[in-house]
């Protein structure tokens, strides 16, 4: 959290996280949709938004909100770890997970 804009969206990607481990998947991404309506800018609400999605089985999804987030901050490393994670585990795509694991 850099600014008190930030301690703001914490609070909601925290409350999305905990509805999504109760499977409330809805409920989750409203949360995480109100947070990119305050905070558009914030690469951690896209982070926890594809993880969310790609949990519930929406990848395409996933991968776009992925995919935006790496337009926000392209080098930041929990974001790089988890998009090369999902292109692994998710996309069997070794050759793209390696590129993205080892930037």
């Not at 959290?1 to 999504?20: C, D, F, G, M, T």
């Not at 951690?44 to 999804?61: P, Q």
């Amino acid at each position: 959290i850099r600014n008190a804009n930030e301690k703001v969206i914490a609070r909601l990607i925290n409350e999305a996280l905990k509805a999504s481990k109760n499977k409330d998947y809805k409920i989750a991404l409203d949360k995480l949709n109100e947070a990119k309506n305050i905070l558009p800018n914030y690469f951690e609400i896209y982070r926890v938004s594809a993880f969310i999605k790609a949990t519930s089985g929406d990848f395409l999804g996933a991968e776009k909100d992925y995919q935006l987030g790496l337009e926000i901050e392209p080098d930041n490393p929990r974001l790089l770890y988890f998009y090369a994670g999902f292109l692994l585990f998710q996309l069997d795509d070794v050759e793209n997970a390696v590129f993205y694991a080892s930037k």
